[in-house]
């Protein structure tokens, strides 16, 4: 037997799950295929490494129907201060000035998808697959047909469109031989929960030291998120340190504007790299969120760009829907990465350069950043644009991306 869909989404992670609320409801009948089952704790896009979203990402979850579910749950980033470590170099940007709510939040993975799923497998238009894994696909003129393994049995299902959401290791990659541009920043970012002497008043810290950047991001019930990007040599003494010698190390890198550092939570660790596929669109297939690009997690930018891929793509496929056309035609497929290039080719720059600049002792170059830092901060202009590209409002949005729902 052959199951038929118009969109057959591989990988029920974050961007996967926003790809299934976004076009549920346009009368398109979709498919989504999880490895791991959704409530299950071994789900590794749901764990528990907190995400911070831009506002831009707001407005789409907002338009998605999902914004109310979470809310409860994200803490407000009204300020985000940057420094370099040791150096004169300081920049702030504040939600006041760009006359918003909040520049962003803060909400942990897992809340997340609560929020994603929740309901999603009542939802009559949305089949949830799961767990199964993709064994095969093979591409035709009218459809792609993929073959899943499904509890020890094979499962044959045919879709007009099929939207690779499988995560930076993506099979759906591998299997169509899309090459990719990899490289490694040999750092690992390390990250738990931070108790601290002095509340974080809603400020987002982005500090850069000499081994890579830290973050120290606002949580509810007055914890901070600490993302530690840590050379990959020094990573197995640091997660072997006591609660007490972790956070006089950490201390003597972030310093005191919180105050002491107090406690500590459970440690996770994440081999960092960036990884760009050199094709996004084939006819019938497109790639999004990690499947495509998995940016370094420096200012937080991989599932809020994701989420951009889904915006776009959710209003393009509710136009052609509309006009009861084809979701997997080619010229649908192209207009998406064309809209798409742009913000993702600068996200990956910005967040590259970022990781390396700033991580490089040089004195000519410590000194070049510090001084740009400096500048950015006195030049209003300067920094509503880079307040913008963090906020994921920069270039056309699509519909979802100011806040209008598609359905
Ligand atoms: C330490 C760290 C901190 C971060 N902080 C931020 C942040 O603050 N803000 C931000 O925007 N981003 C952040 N990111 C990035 C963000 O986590 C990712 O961009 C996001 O999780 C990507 O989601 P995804 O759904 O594309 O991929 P994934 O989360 O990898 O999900 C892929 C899904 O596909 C499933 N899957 C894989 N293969 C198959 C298969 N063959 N068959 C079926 N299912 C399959 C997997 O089980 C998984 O559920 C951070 C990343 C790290 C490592």
Redesign the pocket.
Known sequence: MTDDYDILI???????ASLARSINGLGLKIGV????PFNSDL???YDD?????SWGTRLILQGMGVWERLSGEAEPISDIHISDRGHFGFARLNNRDEAVEALGYVAT?RALGQALLKDLEQEPDVDLLCP???KSLSVSDDFVEVNLEEAGEVRRVRTALLVA????DS?VRGRLAISSKEQAYGQT?I?ANITTERPHQGVAYERFTDSGPLAMLPMTEGRSSL?WTAKDEQVTEVMALDETAFLERLQTRFGYRLGHLTKCGKRFA?PLKLRQANEHVRPRIALI???AHTVH?VT?????L?IRDVAVLADLLADVSAEQGDPGSMDLLQRYADWRRRDQNAVAMITDTLARLFANPLTPLRLARNVALLGLDSTPGLKHLVARQFMGLNGRLPRLARGIPLV
């Open positions: 591989i990988g029920g992670g974050m961007v996967g295929v999880e490895a791991w789900q590794p896009s490494r907190v995400i911070a979203l993975a199964a894994s993709l959401a499988d995560g930076g099979a970012a990250i993302v994440y969120g990690n499947a997690p937080g930018q991989g599932f809020n994701g």
